[in-house]
């Protein structure tokens, strides 16, 4: 139930945006994609990201990882009924293990918050990055101060996030505990932390921000 209403949450905001606009926002990506680039999907869930982006892009190899098996599943008969067998692919892995290397894009969709080891997750990212890879990381929006998130959408992520991602996060080693607010201030200290060079924000939406990284 908790997995079924994830995806139904977050799915429409990818389906207004990923392929139109946070990919576009990503410097050199859309043409790689398009072209035929190796792409990993980190947290996938119920995979609806990783769908959209293997339907986008016909010639890029996707492939979608989470350590949920039931939600792997899941994403496995989405796609057979979506008829993209053989042009994605989901796997039980690990964020701290997920295997492949010399990847294109790695992205993770409103995922890393909820990893007890955000900082392991993140570094395992930049090993399996090719050197001239992208990190796509889409966390739920949220300013760096708490009073910046007194508004509706804050709100809700704090519940949310107490609750549910907060949870998660303590539920193993080390327990981050970043919370659903973390803001891009705490994201990209961590990502640097992880090996990333280059951080920026490449864009936004009321409930996503949307970071850039490279090695
Ligand atoms: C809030 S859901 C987001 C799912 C999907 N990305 C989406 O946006 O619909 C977080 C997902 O991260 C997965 N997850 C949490 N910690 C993980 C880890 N350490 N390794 C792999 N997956 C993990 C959970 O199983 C869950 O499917």
Redesign the pocket.
Known sequence: ML?EG??R???PG?VANLVSSWIPALDGVEDRLRAGADVA?????????TLLLAQAYPESRVVG????EP?IEQARKRAADAGLDGRVSFEV????S?PGEGYDLVA????LH????PLG?ARHVREALADDGVFLL?EPFAGDRLEDNLNPVGRLFYGASTV??VA?SKS?EPGTALGAQAGEARLASLLGEAGFTRVRRATETPFNLVLDARP
Do not use: L, N, Q, W
């Not at 990882?65 to 949920?68: L, Q, R, V």
């Not at 993770?108 to 995922?111: I, L, N, P, S």
């Not at 909820?114 to 080891?117: G, H, K, V, W």
């Open positions: 997995f994830t995806e949450f977050f799915r990818y999907d980190i947290g996938c869930g119920h995979g609806s990201s990882f989470d350590y949920h939600s892995a690990s964020a701290a997920f993770v969709f409103d995922a909820d990893m007890p080891d997750a889409v549910i991602c998660h193993g």
